[in-house]
């Protein structure tokens, strides 16, 4: 039962253009989102998070974007840049304690 | 400051044997996490510590287990090895019980032959 999904498995972008990430869930117990960022062999590095409460937060080239009522995120990085290159996580975290849920990933290509 | 530390980060075992990951978090830090990366199933969460007391658990069989320790680091252990364990196991740091960011470390990529 995937409650997070991210149904692009990769997306191409121009040098300089907008990457839209996008992420879905179904669980309305999520309080709290979080994107990160994964290069192969490495473990994932925080990006940004936004609370169920907002629905927007916004941190330099990235913006992430929520709609609770459709239950649906995004994530922005305006312009894109080629080191944006790697996999995109979104993940969600329950009203208690720390276990984040995670989506499939996103490939993200940003070519120069 | 320095980050999440995981050793060690690469391990080759045989099936039957047994493993134990360690994992140190960010001074301060109180609360550790461990997941499992493999291609098909993406990040799993195997469990969650807080003040050396397991507050989270996800579904993985009892072969897979951890503990923390007074100054917050963890380990985790996997007995009788399975081919299937094959996967990059990372452990992830959080500065409380709950309401903040998690830091993950660069991860233990475990082999099993």
């Known amino acids: 039962d995937q409650q997070v999904k991210q149904n692009s498995p990769s997306l191409s972008v121009q040098e300089g253009r907008i990457s839209i990430l996008n992420c879905d869930y179904t669980n309305s117990m999520f309080d709290y989102f979080l994107w990160y960022k994964k290069y192969p062999a490495e473990g994932p590095t925080f990006l940004i998070s936004?609370?169920?409460?907002?629905d927007k937060n916004e941190d330099g080239r990235f913006t992430v974007f929520l709609n609770k009522s459709a239950k649906h995120l995004s994530l922005h990085i305006v312009p894109s840049q080629p080191g944006d290159s790697a996999v995109y996580f979104c993940?969600?975290?329950?009203?208690?304690?720390?276990?984040?849920?995670f989506g499939a990933g996103t490939i993200l290509r940003v070519k120069s | 400051k320095a980050g999440v530390t995981q050793t060690p980060r690469y391990l080759i075992k045989t099936r039957g044997q047994q493993v134990t990951l360690s994992c140190s978090p960010i001074s301060g830090h109180r609360s550790v996490s461990w997941y499992q990366q493999t291609p098909g199933q993406g990040l799993q969460f195997l469990f969650e510590?807080?003040?050396?007391?397991?507050?989270n658990k996800g579904n993985f069989p009892g072969r897979f287990s951890g503990r923390q320790f007074s100054n917050s680091r963890s380990e985790m252990n996997v007995s009788t090895l399975e081919l299937g364990d094959s996967a990059l196991y990372l452990c992830a740091s959080s500065l409380d019980a709950g309401g903040s960011e998690a830091f993950f470390g660069q991860g233990t990529r475990l082999t099993v032959v």
């Open positions: 993940a969600a975290r329950w009203e208690y304690g720390n276990k984040l849920v």
């Open positions: 936004i609370s169920s409460i907002k």
């Open positions: 510590y807080f003040s050396e007391t397991q507050r």
